[in-house]
């Protein structure tokens, strides 16, 4: 069984809007915090948000403030990111992934996250 499976990539313009969606296991949407990572070409690995498991506690990197907005949709255990104003330099692969150190949003240092999912790829171009 998957964990975390992420889904919603695709090709939109600069200025547009993507809404990213991350299904997470039973298990680990009662107990674990999860983030959104991504990975452009040639570039390391970026944590831009996480969630805790009560929508209280939540993080962003400087490069996605104020554009990206992650929550939970307790109906689906799913945790999404909406992403709004896309940039050409946006253009990555997207993963979620689970830390099984915290039930709140603590960390986006990649190695404290034990559980990824298999990436959507974004890109963002006219």
């Known amino acids: 069984q998957e964990q975390l499976v992420e889904s919603g990539g695709g090709l939109v313009q600069p200025g547009g809007s993507l809404r990213l969606s991350c299904a997470v296991s039973a298990f680990f949407w009662d107990y674990y915090a999860i983030g959104w990572f991504r990975q452009a070409p040639g570039k390391e690995r970026e944590g831009i948000s996480c969630i805790g498991t009560s929508d209280s506690s939540t993080y962003y990197a400087d490069s996605v403030k104020g554009r990206f907005t992650i929550s939970r949709d307790n109906s689906k255990n799913a945790v999404d990111l909406q992403l709004n104003s896309l940039k050409p330099e946006d253009t990555a692969v997207y993963y979620c992934?689970?830390?099984?150190?915290?039930?709140?949003?603590?960390?986006?240092?990649?190695?404290?996250?034990?559980?990824w999912g298999q990436g959507t790829q974004v890109t963002v171009s006219s």
């Open positions: 992934a689970a830390d099984p150190g915290s039930a709140d949003c603590q960390s986006l240092i990649k190695t404290d996250y034990d559980y």
